[in-house]
C-alpha cells in the first residue's frame, strides 16, 4: 500500500492507497512543535482505527509546505515504517514543464495539485484550493503548468476580520438567507461568502481570458469548496481527494 502525507500548514493530509484505491484517508492539525514520536503515536492510534498495520505500507511521499517540520514526518517514515519517503520538490518527476519564473518557489502542494488535474481530467483546468491560502492554478491540457494567484485564505480573512474589530464576533462560515443580511452574524457571512464567490469567479474569468481557450476545465478542492461551489458559476467539479491522487501519481511515476 501507498502511504501519502500532504503538509499543509493548518491540516496534515494522509491518505492510504490500495492501487489506485483510496482505502483510508485522515487529518492531524499541524504543529510546528511536534516531535517523531508524538507523529508516530497518532499515526498509530489511526491505523489501528482504520484496521491497518505499520507493515501494510510499502511506499511513502510526502508534499511539505512548512519546511520546519519535514525533517520529522521523513524521519517518522525511516524510523517505524523502514521506508525511506519521495518528498516532493526539486529533482522529482513530475510530468509537467513549470513556465514560472523560478520553478522552485511553485509550491510543492500546486504542483501535485497540477499533477492530479491533468491526470485525472486530460484537458486544460483551473485549478482553486481553499487552504490557508487559496490558490488558483493554470495548467494547459500540453502538461503545462502556466502560472497563478494567491489570495488570503477564507480563515485566515474571517480570523482577521474577528480580531482587528471590537464588536464584530466570529462566525460560522456558512450561506446565509439572503445576500442582505437581516442581523450582525448574515451580514458577515454575506460578505465572506459572497465576497469569496465574486474572488473566485472573477480570477477564474480573468485567468480563462489570459489562457485563450474555450475548453478549461475549473476543479476545486480543500475545506471551502463545497460552500463556495454551491453558488460559484465558475467551478464545475469539487475533487476533495485531489491532491493526494496528485501525490500517488508522482509517486508512481518516481518510484523505480
Do not use: H, W
Not at 487559496?134 to 494567484?149: H, K, N
Not at 452574524?185 to 472573477?202: A, E, P
Amino acid at each position: 500500500m501507498l502511504f501519502t502525507i500532504d503538509i499543509g500548514n493548518t491540516n496534515i493530509v494522509y491518505g492510504i492507497f490500495e492501487k489506485d484505491n483510496l482505502k483510508a484517508s485522515f487529518r492531524q492539525s499541524t504543529s510546528l512543535n511536534i516531535t517523531v514520536d508524538e507523529v508516530a503515536t497518532y499515526l498509530n492510534s489511526m491505523f489501528l482505527i482504520k484496521k491497518l498495520e505499520f507493515s501494510d505500507i510499502d511506499g511513502i511521499i510526502i508534499a511539505c509546505v512548512v519546511p520546519p517540520i519535514q525533517e520529522v514526518y521523513v524521519s517518522v517514515c525511516k524510523r517505524y515504517f523502514g521506508i525511506d519517503p519521495i518528498v516532493v520538490g526539486p529533482g522529482i518527476k513530475t510530468g509537467i514543464q513549470i513556465l514560472y519564473e523560478n520553478p522552485k518557489e511553485v509550491g510543492a502542494d500546486r504542483i501535485v495539485n497540477a499533477v492530479g488535474a491533468l491526470e485525472k481530467y486530460k484537458r486544460s483546468c483551473i485549478i482553486i484550493d481553499f487552504g490557508t491560502a487559496t490558490t488558483f492554478d493554470a495548467v494547459r491540457g500540453t502538461r503545462e503548468y502556466l502560472g497563478g494567484a494567491i489570495a488570503p485564505g477564507i480563515g485566515i480573512s474571517m480570523d482577521a476580520l474577528f480580531s482587528r474589530t471590537s464588536k464584530l464576533p466570529r462566525v460560522d462560515f456558512k450561506r446565509p438567507p439572503s445576500v442582505i443580511g437581516k442581523n450582525t452574524v448574515n451580514s458577515i457571512q454575506s460578505g465572506v461568502v459572497f465576497g469569496y464567490i465574486g474572488i473566485v469567479d472573477n480570477i477564474v474569468r480573468l485567468m480563462r481570458r489570459e489562457m485563450n481557450e474555450e475548453d478549461v476545465l475549473v476543479v476545486a478542492t480543500g475545506g471551502f469548496a463545497e460552500i463556495i461551489a454551491e453558488e460559484s458559476l465558475s467551478i464545475e467539479i469539487v475533487d476533495p481527494n485531489l491532491t493526494l491522487d496528485g501525490l500517488r501519481f508522482i509517486y508512481e511515476r518516481n518510484k523505480g
